[in-house]
């Protein structure tokens, strides 16, 4: 599948941009939702484009048998003592979601990551996993 059948609006792309900039100056943890619509294969965040504060949030909205794109941005205090805040995308893709969806979100996770320049992809199978992010983050 090639990476030209999806497409990001116009807005999405500002928003993508003005998401990673904004959040590399906050204290809290931000997190975005992205979705591919199966119809038109545009890659965008639900309706409501909402920004999330915690771990435990995103976890409540994950579909059980749906992947998604999530965007984090999570401040943490190295061992050093140093404030780092990685910008990652979560590549949630859960073990029972069908081989159609599969390479759906396969065919696009490169262009997703490149798109939101974000430093590093976690993949994640479950919602629970959420919890060990600060960890596999270096906290």
Request: glycine share 4%; hydrophobic share 30%; aromatic share 8%.
């Amino acid at each position: 599948m090639s990476s030209s059948l999806y497409t990001f609006s116009e807005s999405t792309k500002q928003h993508l941009r003005k998401f990673r900039l904004g959040t590399s100056r906050s204290n809290d943890p931000q997190a975005v939702i992205y979705f591919i619509d199966k119809q038109t294969k545009e890659i965008r965040q639900d309706e409501d484009g909402t920004v999330y504060k915690s771990l435990d949030e995103i976890a409540d909205d994950l579909p059980d048998h749906s992947p998604r794109f999530i965007l984090l941005s999570y401040p943490l205090t190295l061992p050093s003592g140093r404030i780092s805040v990685p910008y990652v995308m979560i590549y949630y893709m859960p073990t029972t979601c069908n081989s159609e969806l599969r390479m759906l979100y396969a065919g696009a996770k490169e262009l997703m990551r490149n798109t939101s320049e974000v430093t590093k992809i976690l993949d994640l199978e479950t919602p629970e996993e959420l919890e060990e992010i600060p960890e596999k983050l270096g906290a």
